[in-house]
């Protein structure tokens, strides 16, 4: 009896939508469901509710934000002379698509300058591995690495206060910011990130396949990449002129 009473008790919970239904069952068989069963019920009442309000229609995408080339030339203008450091930070930010937590994480040993590659250990689950350094990124490096106070830290950037510590993320977006309104940036793009995503959008609109977008930013799925294609109709006025001047797309 007890058994068959065990399976009623879980077949009626597993047909449960609204709280009102397991209060009258626990009503009836106050033994059987305890309180925390109930407080999950209620969570998925209202999770159901919220769907018919909404009809179950998916989320609208956000819109991507990003900065035009023209405005990332005018970021890195708006640095001022002498600060290499800023320079080098953004640079590296921009050309990588590194998170602050990723800047900030930078190592000096994970950067070779006789192999000229660097160490990106990406975060959010992102797939880490090495890159090869661009030939501005070199020159900066060699510029900064000798002014560098080592204060026994591996850090690449340290902390302006503590030498053995990394920059902080919010010291690294209070530049950003400070540069970005500077150059006189749109509000709503005056954020590290806004970095990703345009080397993103650039590369897209540079003809990269979106496989090598994926790698180069590290993405686990390429879902997350190929947003970034349908930012500009760059990409597609070029395959408009591919098509006017093929040979191999038929005549009708």
């Not at 209620?42 to 009809?55: A, C």
């Not at 990269?208 to 349908?230: C, E, M, N, P």
């Amino acid at each position: 009896m007890a058994c068959n009473l065990g399976e009623g008790v879980a077949q009626a919970l597993q047909i449960a939508r609204r709280r009102r239904t397991v209060v009258l069952f626990a009503r009836a068989y106050p033994k059987t469901i305890p309180e925390t069963t109930l407080k999950k019920s209620d969570k998925l009442s209202q999770t159901v509710k919220k769907k018919r309000r909404s009809g179950g229609a998916p989320k609208p995408q956000k819109p991507i934000l990003y900065l035009t080339k023209a405005e990332v030339e005018s970021f890195f203008a708006a640095i001022p002379e002498g600060e290499l450091r800023d320079v080098l930070l953004f640079d590296l930010i921009y050309r990588y698509g590194l998170r602050r937590s990723e800047a900030s994480a930078l190592e000096v040993d994970e950067i070779s300058l006789t192999h000229e590659t660097i160490w990106v250990r990406r975060a959010k689950r992102g797939i880490s591995g090495s890159y090869r350094l661009h030939p501005r990124t070199v020159a900066l490096l060699k510029a900064y690495l000798p002014t560098r106070d080592w204060g026994g830290s591996r850090y690449l950037f340290q902390s302006p206060q503590r030498r053995h510590r990394p920059l902080s993320t919010s010291f690294i977006y209070q530049r950003f910011r400070r540069y970005a309104t500077a150059a006189n940036l749109p509000e709503n793009r005056r954020h590290v990130h806004v970095f990703r995503h345009s080397i993103a959008v650039h590369f897209m609109n540079e003809g990269f396949d979106s496989l090598d977008v994926k790698d180069w930013l590290g993405h686990r799925s390429l879902t997350s990449t190929t947003i970034y294609a349908q930012i500009t109709s760059k990409r597609r006025d070029e395959t408009h002129r591919r098509v006017i001047v093929s040979e191999e797309i038929a005549r009708t």
